[in-house]
Every structure is written in C-alpha cells, then in structure tokens.
C-alpha cells in the first residue's frame, strides 16, 4: 500500500483546503461499502447481503471546494479462521496506521456484540502500538438507521459510543441518505490542511481489472449459499478491444475466471445447464458497461482451486 500521508506541497495547501483520509472499519456486514458509495456518490465498492464481501481497500473519492476526502473501504474485521483471513485484518491494521480519521462502523439493527468490541479492541490496541505519532480520532458512525425505530436508536448510539473514546457520533442512514452529509462535514472537519490528492472527477483509484473483478463477484455472490461468499474468487485473465469494429461502435472482450475451492461449488456457480452463470455473465456485464461506457463482451469461466484461502501460493496468484 502507498503511504497515505505523503503529500507534496502545492499552494492550495491552505487551511482553507483540506484534504486527506478516512477509513471505514467495521465487523463483516456492517454496512461499509453502501456506505462509501453514498458517500462518494457513485457505486466504487460492491455490496451484498452476505458478510465478507469486501477484500480490498477500496478507494472511493469525495469532491468538495473546500477539500477532498479519500475514503478506504476496508474488509470487515473478523477473528481469521483462514489464511485469507489473517491477510484481510493484516490489510486493515497496515491502512488503519496510515489514515487522517477513522470512522467505525456500528449497525444501529443489531446489539453490539463481540465483534465490535473486538475491533474496539483492535483500535486502542493500534494507538498504543503507534507511540508518539498523531493518534488518528475516531468517529462512531451508526449506520442502517432506517432499519430501527426512532426509540430503538438512542440506546444503539450511547453502547456504540460506549465501545471507545470517541471523538464524535453520527447516525446515518446511506440506503435513505439521512445524515449523510452531516458525516461527510464530520469526517472533512478531522482533515489537515492539504492540497487535492487527486484530479477533479476521479472517483476512485482501483485499476479496471480490479473493478471489473469485483462486479464478476457481486453478480455471483446474488442467491448463492451462505458458504459461497468466502470461496469466490474473480481474476481478469483477458481484457482487449475487439480488432476490426468502428471506431463508434467499439467493443471490449474481458475474459474472467470464477474461482471456488469445491467441485460442489463449481456447480451451484453454473447453474443447471449453465443458467446460473449465464444470469452472472447478464448481470456482470452490465454493471461492467456502466463502469466503462462502452459494450463488453464477456467470457466467464469456472475454474476449481481446491482450499485456496488456506493455500499462501493459491493466494498470491489470486492476488492477495
């Protein structure tokens, strides 16, 4: 990972200007990446239902004229039962070290449980580890507030608040949009001073292939069983534009690999006669011609890589 807090001088630098990051942390499912997207204001993090879905530090960028905000969409913080796992929480902990704010992720639908209390942990644990350096304040953001009453949530905000010191509590709601822009004020107020970090406009900072991967494994990860979500992996093998198509008319061939660690796995991800993946391939290739603005002709394969998250070589050619 770059190091976050290096940042040449530019005279936009002024106090007037802020700029720097903030990473969302959370236990799996605690709606990280609905959260992000909102935030942004377009989709750069996929979302589902089931917990874990996150596997990289997404990078989402938020533009205002008094700054910018670089969000990290870190993978939920669980209790590693697998060597992907170990990698996942080492990845936060390297992120986490780096940042301006850190914004904690509470769901305002479930008690607080071990889980967020283990990140709590992990949180303090890191200020201690970093010694002299500028301990990073942390905002408690409630999220999923439009699934709870009115009276459900002040008991939800004083255990969230309850779980460490923080600097401030925000609910929000990203499926409605409530207080999202009270969060987006809080986390801006945390930044330095700086100059932008990134061109106007840009959103996020994830090559295509990553991106494109990731809608693969959304678009598979939709009804699937519950154990499916931790096996799936989507690698990018091919993506070329289509030789001899008009120039307005052009077309891009992505080939892409779905990866599971069972034959029993491989055949939930095809479906019977190749109907599910076909619904996968439909699905993919529209997020995948929303993301590039352009047609796309996609290739998707299944392929068995038996154990892969417990295989470190498996890993490492997975990209992790």
Sequence with gaps: MNDLGARESDPRGTPSHRSGFACLVGRPNAGKSTLTNALVGEKVAITSSRPQTTRHAIR????????????????????????????????????LLEVDVIGLCIPADEPVGPGDRFIAAELAELHRAGGARR?????????????????????QLLAAAGLLEADDVVPVSAVRGSQVEVLTDVLFAHLPPGPPLYPDGELTDQPERVMIAELVREAALEGVRDELP???????????????????????????????ERDSQKGIVIGRGGSRLREIGSRARSGIEALLGQRVHLDLRVKVAKDWQRDPKQLHRLGF
Excluded: C, M, W
């Design 135 to 155: 301990r990073p304040p942390v905002v408690v953001i409630v999220t999923k507030t439009d699934k709870v009453t009115k009276a459900a949530l002040p008991p």
């Design 60 to 95: 989402g960028i938020v533009h205002r004229a008094d700054g910018q905000l670089v969000l990290i969409d870190t993978p939920g913080v669980h209790k590693p039962r697998t060597v992907l796992g170990e990698r996942l929480n080492d990845l936060v902990r390297a992120t």
């Design 230 to 260: 931790h096996s799936l992996a989507v690698v990018v093998e091919d993506l070329e534009p289509r030789t001899g198509r008009p120039d307005d008319d052009p077309l891009l061939d992505v080939r892409a690999f779905v990866y599971v």
